[in-house]
């Protein structure tokens, strides 16, 4: 995973402009937004440092991705179904949502697969435990249809 996300992103494609974070933001806002700047640096020990040990993904759809992902070792399992089935993949954050107990990312997806190509929104919506740590997250693309024939191959 290391360098994937982050040479793909360098090869192609201008990232949207985020929002500058200030105090105003939910702590949890900003425990996301360091858990995603983690994934786009290939750092997977300080992304995995801020989840609990038993993190759950939730990916819907009728897809290679899709499933109910328990801890460190599945969720890292679908990360590389993710690579098998892209050429390059980006998940650029729009913004970040954040209260007590839940906090949400939408993001801009591209992806690129041969001649194919995906584009889209998705929204995470991520459960935060007591702890303050991220327990559970909900995957949902805006656009379900055309991503799952995108990672379909249809």
Request: with cysteine.
């Amino acid at each position: 995973m290391s360098g994937f996300y982050t040479d793909a992103l360098a090869r192609e494609g201008e990232a949207p402009v985020l929002r500058s974070f200030s105090e105003r933001d939910h702590p949890n806002a900003i425990l996301l937004k360091n858990a995603h700047e983690a994934f786009q640096q290939g750092d997977l020990d300080a992304l995995f440092g801020l989840m609990t040990p038993d993190i759950t993904w939730h990916m819907p759809g009728n897809n290679v991705l899709a499933g109910d992902f328990v801890g460190r070792d599945a969720i890292m399992g679908s990360f590389a179904a993710l690579q098998a089935n892209v050429d390059a993949y980006w998940a650029w954050p729009l913004d970040y949502f954040g209260s007590d107990h839940h906090v949400v990312l939408v993001a801009l997806v591209r992806a690129r697969k041969g001649e194919r190509t995906l584009e889209t929104k998705e929204c995470l919506l991520w459960r935060v435990d007591d702890g303050g740590k991220l327990a559970e997250v909900w995957h949902m693309a805006l656009d379900e249809k055309a991503w799952d024939a995108f990672f379909c191959g249809d």
